[in-house]
């Protein structure tokens, strides 16, 4: 989900989304591009990320498949601003993120799904949870009611707007979460392992779900059937940089190593 705002209460302003030129930009043009970033956690020299650079434009729908510990949560992470790089450059919907306040001004419209639901779902119900985030934009009370609901019955949910969050399970906890960052009407989601602990069932509720979805997202998985279902292009990272998907190349074994110049995935 978004980065979580600052829990104000509810009014009656209309909607107000306009701080900053949130509009889509046109198809040649990028959502979020990232130029030569590197990024170390405090008190080590190894680089997570280093020069690292990514281009994700309008329409993209790009696959992340690389082994534990080679940076992609860190990029997400990047991305919403909530890691520092040490050098480089990052444009969010054609706007230079150089400030907190920036981050902050951006947020509603980059959608980012942790990888633990329990993160991002915090409100006693359902319904409570998805519009939050709208409240939080301006909505009304109302407004945001009937913006969440929407997205609960467009996702399948709408039986469990008054259910209680922290009693559902992994799966359905997951698809909530996922109803909370679409009300923010995000123009990209970020979704780090959305597979992780879920059912055969909810797994191919999500495939549906995302493949009927007219948004921009990049998804980490360790799921080559998953992102081979959802995705148009799969990357990977090495050595803190992105391998596009003509560096790689995708076989059905799931871990990474070497071959000549270029890693590849067996699965």
């Known amino acids: ?3 979580t705002p ?31 970033i590197s990024f170390a956690y405090p008190g080590s020299e190894n680089k997570v990320l280093n020069c690292l650079n990514l281009d994700i434009k309008q329409g993209d729908r790009i696959g992340m498949m690389a082994p534990n510990g080679s940076g992609k949560t860190t990029l997400l992470h990047t991305i919403m601003g909530l890691c520092k790089p040490e050098t480089g450059c990052i444009e969010v919907l054609g706007n230079p993120m150089e400030t ?13 799904l942790f990888q633990d639901s329990d993160d991002q779902l915090f409100c006693p119900t359902v319904l409570d949870d998805v519009a939050f985030g709208p409240l939080n934009l301006g909505y009304s009370r109302q407004q ?35 109803a909370a960052v679409l009300a923010m009407s995000p123009a990209i989601l970020l979704l780090d392992e959305p597979t992780a602990g879920l059912d055969a069932a909810v797994k191919k509720k999500l495939i549906h779900i995302l493949n009927h979805l007219d948004i921009t997202y990049f998804v980490i998985s360790h799921e080559f059937d998953f992102l081979n279902a959802v995705t148009d292009k799969v990357y990977s990272m090495d050595k803190g940089k992105i ?3 003509d560096e790689i190349h995708v076989h059905r074994h799931e871990h990474i190593h070497k071959h000549g110049k270029h890693p590849h995935i067996h699965k």
């Open 243 to 245: 391998l596009t998907d």
């Open 6 to 36: 600052t829990k104000t209460q509810p009014n009656t302003a209309q909607p107000n989304t306009t701080i900053i030129d949130s509009t889509p930009p046109a198809d040649t043009a990028s959502i979020i591009k990232l130029t030569n």
């Open 1 to 3: 989900m978004m980065t």
């Open 144 to 178: 945001a009611i009937d913006v969440s609901r929407k997205i609960l019955k467009n996702l399948g949910l709408e039986e469990f707007e008054q259910s209680v969050t922290h009693r559902l399970s992994g799966g359905q906890k997951r698809l909530v979460a996922l």
């Open 100 to 112: 907190e306040k920036d981050f902050t001004r951006i947020r509603s419209r980059v959608g980012l």
